[in-house]
Nanobody
């Protein structure tokens, strides 16, 4: 299995920035790409961004383009999500997830295409 641990969440004022981290371990050779999702209580799980380990291709949801940046450090088996110009509506729990293969397309927005998930990290934006 692939173990994923998120960190970097916290409380920040609107307009501020955060960098979330997703550290991968275990059978990392079974990881083709990593994606970030977010989900508020009682709401649908929402795709945010994804990145491929080999080559670093990136893909973003339209709702976060321009403010969110996904990156990775292969040597550290870590994926990052830089969030700038934070808004109160960004407040929720953020999760990273493992996509084991390319599949029909590598940048899937469907949670069903991801087999392992982190525990989540809370982001709270105050106004």
């Amino acid at each position: 299995q692939v173990q994923l641990i998120e960190s970097g969440g916290g409380l920040v004022q609107a307009g501020g920035s955060l960098r979330l981290s997703c550290a991968a371990s275990g059978r990392t050779f079974s990881s083709y790409a990593i994606a970030w999702f977010r989900q508020a209580p009682g709401k649908e799980r929402e795709f945010v961004a994804a990145i491929v380990w080999s080559g670093g291709s990136t893909y973003y949801a339209d709702s976060v383009k321009g403010r969110f940046t996904i990156s990775r450090d292969n040597a550290k088996n870590t994926v990052y999500l830089q969030i700038n110009s934070l808004k109160p509506e960004d407040t929720t729990v953020y999760y990273c997830a493992n996509k084991p293969t390319y599949g029909s397309r590598w940048h899937s927005e469907s949670p069903e295409d991801y087999n392992y998930w982190g525990q989540g990290t809370q982001v709270t934006v105050s106004s």
